[in-house]
């Protein structure tokens, strides 16, 4: 059992940046491919990055290539998803989860993922 606490979100500019946490608890965090997800009010949660057990491997959605990228503090456990350039409409609740297995074509499907964080708020003003 993984534990994930998301954190670092909150009201941005357009254009800006914002660094996420994902803090894992109950075991490490390289045992598992961690992925993340955001959802809109109204809207169908999207797949937005993942990054692999070993970091070796990262994969993001298009919206989010060029401007979202992965870094890892192993010490404190915690995976960071660096967002520059934000856009208003990226404005949701992102969410950080964890899978095991092998990485495959699956791993932008959050359906694969068995551990969850509580979420957290960006907000992007225009």
């Known amino acids: 059992q993984v534990h994930l606490v998301e954190s670092g979100g909150e009201l941005v500019q357009a254009g800006g940046s914002l660094r996420l946490s994902c803090a894992a608890s109950g075991r490490t965090i390289s045992s598992y491919h961690i992925g993340w997800f955001r959802q809109a009010p109204g809207k169908e949660r999207e797949f937005v990055a993942a990054?692999?057990?070993?970091?070796?491997?990262?994969y993001y959605a298009d919206s989010a290539k060029g401007r979202f990228t992965f870094s890892r503090n192993n010490a404190m456990n915690t995976i960071y998803l660096q967002m520059n350039s934000r856009k208003p409409e990226e404005t949701a609740v992102y969410y950080c989860a964890a899978r095991g297995g092998n990485w495959s074509v699956t791993i932008n499907q959050g359906s694969e993922y068995a551990y969850w964080g509580q979420g957290t708020q960006v907000t992007v003003s225009s």
């Open positions: 990054i692999s057990r070993s970091g070796a491997t990262t």
